[in-house]
């Protein structure tokens, strides 16, 4: 054997070596990103009205956070501000510390320290409400809940266990329990 012999089976073997090292130790292809399959979008500090058929504003809702859910499409809403329009076209104001919202928006589900207040006109002396948690209703007008409320205006105050109120004609009903006290304004 000479020496160009050898050299050539060296280089060889050291091709052969050297191809093989490089299919084990190929980049890997990175892990694929996958959806766990939870979240469809997150809103940071936004606001969104919600048009009825007529194309009037039936509801608005603003929010430092919104996540919706892939799986049922339902929405989980963090301290969450509803405006929902009167017929003059002021709006109640609902307030919780959490909020839900079904995949058609039909149901609204407000929970923990739940707030309501009426809309600000001169001429209609403000009400509020206050408990622990409320479904709302919004294209039909309404809310209802079966937790303690208490309503307040000036110089009453008004408290039951259950509650429905419908915002269009402006009434509302305890369900039980109901109790009330009125101070004569002076």
Same mark, same amino acid.
């Given at each position: ?28 292809? %990175? ?31 603003? %929010? ?40 058609? *928006? ?9 707030? *309501? ?25 309404? %809310?209802?809940?079966? %937790? ?6 000036? *110089? ?23 109790? *009330? ?6």
């Amino acid at each position: 054997m000479t020496w160009r012999n050898a050299l050539g089976a060296l280089l060889l073997v050291a091709a052969l070596l050297s191809g093989w090292s490089l299919l084990r130790h190929r980049d890997k292809p %990175a892990d694929e990103v996958t959806d766990d399959g939870t979240k469809d979008y997150v809103l940071h500090d936004f606001q969104i009205v919600a048009l009825d058929d007529q194309g009037k504003e039936s509801t608005t809702l603003q %929010a430092p956070l919104l996540e919706r859910l892939r799986s049922d499409e339902t929405m989980s809403i963090v301290t969450p501000l509803f405006l929902l329009p009167d017929n003059e076209g002021n709006h109640w104001e609902l307030r919780s510390e959490k909020g839900w919202v079904s995949a058609n *928006g039909e149901q609204l589900k407000l929970t923990g320290n739940v707030s *309501g207040d009426s809309p600000k006109v001169p001429s209609v002396p403000p009400t509020t409400f206050r408990t622990d948690h409320l479904d709302v209703f919004p294209k039909e007008n309404r %809310a209802k809940t079966d %937790a303690l409320v208490t309503m307040t205006r000036p *110089g009453m105050t008004q408290s039951g266990v259950g509650f429905e109120l419908d915002s269009k004609s402006k009434t509302y009903q305890f369900l039980s329990q109901s109790k *009330g006290s009125y101070t004569p304004q002076r």
